[in-house]
């Protein structure tokens, strides 16, 4: 390793660790300023009996928060979170934000002095006695060396997939700014810095608060008029939050990605609404049941919406990880029974009714049940390929999009 190259750590491997691996994995390879190889701390566990480090290493893919999406050979993991961080210059902290403190007392006296982190993580951090902090005040203050941050509209699957979108960097040093650009931007993934990092950061944490009153927004059956008043309502507190403890800064902090984008992806995509939802709807279920003891007809039209309704969420929280390519499959090969199946009744019906209307004599009986074979032969096949197509298409799309398709 050539002391000049700068070296780069990423510290978290779930859904968006992964998908910043993808991207800095492939991006570092066009710089002759950077070592190739990144290290990637993988928290072990086993996936169908293999390490997950292992897996990731010989596959190229983490199976099971990233499914699908393979790394360039250059993203290396390490169950060791020393190991991984120790020699880096540049550390890109993707962390669920429960575990920042642990994995920084992990690596404290091993994180070099001149290094810089750079942390995904949305959340604030809660100490045992309640005490209310930015993570990136901890991870610094911890690990005495700068932390800056990424936060946007970024659902994790759809920047895997390079669909546009955009990311605020929260950062005052403007050299350090740059290299975090230069190492994350692409032509679909677009990135802004800005100096308002407290802000930027606040506003990745508070919108999560916002997603769960639009979880029960949804999970109550409520439209989109509500869900969009009840984002209204939530910037309009986040910015009152960010007056009040962080004045000073830039109010058209709130127009950039970090701000109303991220909080209407998440509000209409993220996860902790879909979570919120189903609870929701479970709440609603058992609501319904021990209401009205006796209205049995009621209580069945009462739950037939939210059945559907949970199993939708369901399905799509489920695709999020290693099963969604299971989901899919099973629902494109129930979509293509069901139309085969009603293909086949409608085709039965017509051809009843039109061999009764054709009985007049024994010819114009053969040649109308050619006509009518030929007809519904054709339009069955090209329901069938219809249909294919169909779930064809619909799988590319929950691929593309991941669990955000529901
Ligand atoms: N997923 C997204 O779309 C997305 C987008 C933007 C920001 N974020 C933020 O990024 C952060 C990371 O989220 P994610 O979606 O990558 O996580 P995730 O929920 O997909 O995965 C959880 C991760 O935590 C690890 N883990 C489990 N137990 C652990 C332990 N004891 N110690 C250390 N690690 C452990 C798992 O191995 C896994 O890597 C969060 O703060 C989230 O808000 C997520
Ligand atoms: O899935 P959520 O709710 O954690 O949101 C994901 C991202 O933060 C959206 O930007």
Redesign the pocket.
């Known amino acids: 390793m050539s002391d000049l190259l700068k070296r780069v750590a990423i510290v978290g491997s779930g859904n968006w660790g992964s998908t910043i691996a993808k991207i800095v994995g492939t991006n570092i390879l066009k710089f002759n300023t950077f070592e190739n190889e990144i290290r990637m701390y993988v928290y072990e566990e086993l996936v169908d009996g293999r390490k997950l480090t292992e897996i990731i290493n010989q596959e190229h893919e983490n199976i099971k928060y990233l499914p699908g999406h393979k790394f360039s050979h250059n993203v290396v993991a390490y169950a060791d979170a020393v190991e991984t961080v120790k020699d880096a210059d540049i550390l890109l902290f993707v962390l669920p934000h429960q575990f920042v403190e642990i994995i920084c007392n992990a690596i404290k006296s091993h994180v070099k002095k001149t290094a810089f982190i750079v942390s995904f993580s949305?959340g604030f951090y809660v100490s045992q006695d309640k005490r209310v902090d930015l993570l990136s005040t901890v991870v610094s203050s911890l690990l005495e060396v700068p932390c800056y941050v990424l936060m946007?509209?970024?659902?994790a699957n759809e920047v895997a997939a390079g669909t546009f979108c955009e990311a605020t960097v929260g950062s005052r040093n403007y050299e350090h700014g740059q290299i975090v650009k230069g190492l994350l931007q692409t032509d679909e993934f677009r990135i802004v810095i800005k100096p308002d990092a407290e802000v930027i950061e606040v506003l990745g944490a508070l919108k999560?608060i916002v997603?769960v009153a639009a979880g029960f927004s949804d999970g109550l059956g409520y439209g989109d008029n509500t869900k969009a008043a009840v984002i209204r309502l939530g910037l309009k507190e986040m910015v009152k939050f960010c007056e009040e403890f962080f004045p000073g800064h830039h109010p058209h902090i709130f127009l950039e990605s970090c701000g109303v984008a991220?909080l209407v992806?998440?509000c209409y995509g993220?996860?902790?609404?879909k979570i919120v939802c189903i609870v929701t709807l479970a709440l609603h279920i058992h609501h319904v049941i021990t209401k009205d003891k006796d209205d049995i007809a009621h209580k069945i039209q009462a739950l037939i919406p939210t059945c559907f309704l949970i199993l939708y969420y369901t399905f799509g929280l489920v695709s999020i990880y290693r099963f969604h390519r299971v989901g899919i499959l099973l629902f494109a090969s129930i979509g293509i029974i069901l139309f085969m199946a009603a293909c086949l009744f409608f085709s039965w019906i017509i051809f009843l009714l039109v061999s009764l209307v054709l009985d007049h004599n024994i010819m114009s009986k053969m040649f109308g049940f050619f006509v009518l074979f030929g007809l519904l032969f054709g339009t069955f096949v090209t329901i069938v390929i219809a249909t294919l197509e169909l779930a064809f298409n619909l799988t590319k799309l929950i691929q593309m999009h991941g669990y955000t398709t529901f």
């Open positions: 949305k946007g509209a970024n659902i999560n997603a991220d992806t998440t993220g996860r902790n609404r």
